[in-house]
């Protein structure tokens, strides 16, 4: 059965370096979606993209993220100055779009740790 | 901003006993609702979605009840196994055009006992 994949599982990094967390969605699904799980809370929209641009983004979603599909399969979240706070459990989604199919599907998600 | 909310942190069951999950909403303009189990360190994995324009969807043992006027649905279990123990998050999204973002409850972690 076809499934999100998500790369790196873990990631340390510093406070003030870059990470750029890697998603490959399922194959034939046309929108594509992040969100983010800080410890103990709830799952939080982070941005959605379709046809190649963001169609909606959260307040989260400042100017220090950005996302990108630099080819047809790959899907990544750049964070371009990690925060001690942007210490989370980051997932990628993504829905095929078509008809009334409107279920996202989760990749196990990568956890950053932010020192 | 609690749009979407589930009220009961956790639930305990006996196995083979009926598990039933809550969940509400306030902002009407939802018209799309899933429910996804989650596991920890892993990711949600989708279990049953219903649109506004019913009111119960089922699916071997898992049924999801919307009642539209109260702004509340519910997953019904049953019967409930060992394997179900996970947090159950409901969430909500509009079908509208745009990004269909899914919004989370806060999840129900569901125990279910030998």
């Known amino acids: 059965e076809p499934e999100v994949t998500q790369t790196p599982s873990h990631q340390v990094t510093q406070m003030g370096q870059e990470v750029i967390l890697r998603c490959v969605p399922i194959?034939?699904?046309?929108?594509f979606y992040w969100y983010r799980q800080i410890l103990g809370q709830k799952v939080e929209f982070l941005v959605s993209?379709?046809?190649?641009?963001?169609?909606?983004k959260s307040e989260i979603f400042d100017d220090q993220f950005s996302v990108e599909r630099p080819d047809g399969s790959n899907f990544t979240l750049k964070i371009r100055s990690t925060k001690l706070e942007d210490s989370a459990m980051y997932f990628c989604?993504?829905?095929?779009?078509?008809?009334?199919?409107?279920?996202?599907?989760f990749g196990p998600g990568t956890r950053l740790l932010v020192l | 901003d609690q749009q979407v909310k589930q009220n009961s942190p956790s639930l305990s069951v006996q196995e083979g006993r009926i598990s039933i999950l809550n969940c509400d909403y306030t902002?009407?303009?939802?018209?799309?609702f899933l429910w996804y189990k989650k596991y920890p360190a892993e990711g949600p994995t989708f279990l049953i979605s219903?649109?506004?324009?019913?009111d119960k969807n089922e699916d071997g043992r898992f049924t999801v009840f919307l009642n539209k006027s109260a702004k509340h649905l519910s997953l019904h279990i049953v019967p409930s196994q060992p394997g179900d123990s996970a947090v159950y998050f409901c969430?909500?999204?509009?079908?509208?055009?745009?990004?269909?973002?899914?919004?989370f409850g806060t999840g129900t972690q569901l125990k279910v006992e030998l």
């Open positions: 989604a993504s829905r095929v779009g078509s008809g009334r199919q409107e279920t996202q599907y």
């Open positions: 194959s034939n699904h046309l929108y």
């Open positions: 993209f379709y046809n190649n641009e963001i169609s909606e």
């Open positions: 902002n009407s303009m939802f018209d799309y």
């Open positions: 219903i649109s506004s324009i019913k």
């Open positions: 969430a909500a999204t509009r079908k509208t055009g745009g990004g269909n973002k899914l919004t």
